[in-house]
């Protein structure tokens, strides 16, 4: 399993618009202990998870990141749990046009 699969698996992803924040929170499960060789499976793999790799995986998803506002680390060893948040560009409402001069346009049409 590679990094984003592994993100994505066992992150919740929460997108703020309006105040322009992405805020990722991941919890995962304590790393399998294994005696023999023969035991070994994906639930004992050591997984680190940084900031750039949340970041990445953010950017393939079609997220425009400006910045980071929290760095953390994830390790199955020791820390189960870790929460980012990334600045993105705000929703803005785009301004609606003046159309005053069409309106007077007609005004001036309607007068002839």
Known sequence: ??????????????V???AGLVTVTMEVPPRKVVHYKHQECEASQRVKVRTG???????????????TRTNDSIDNNRKLTARWEY??????????????????????????
Not at 1 to 14: A, P, Q
């Open 1 to 14: 399993m590679n990094i984003n699969e592994y993100i994505e698996k066992h992150s919740t992803v929460d």
């Open 87 to 112: 600045n993105i560009t705000p929703a803005v409402k785009k301004k609606k046009k003046n159309n005053r001069k069409d309106n007077l346009k007609e005004i001036i049409e309607d007068i002839s």
């Open 53 to 67: 790799d949340v970041q990445g995986y953010l950017v393939n998803s079609g997220m425009e990141i400006l910045s």
């Open 16 to 18: 703020d618009k309006k």
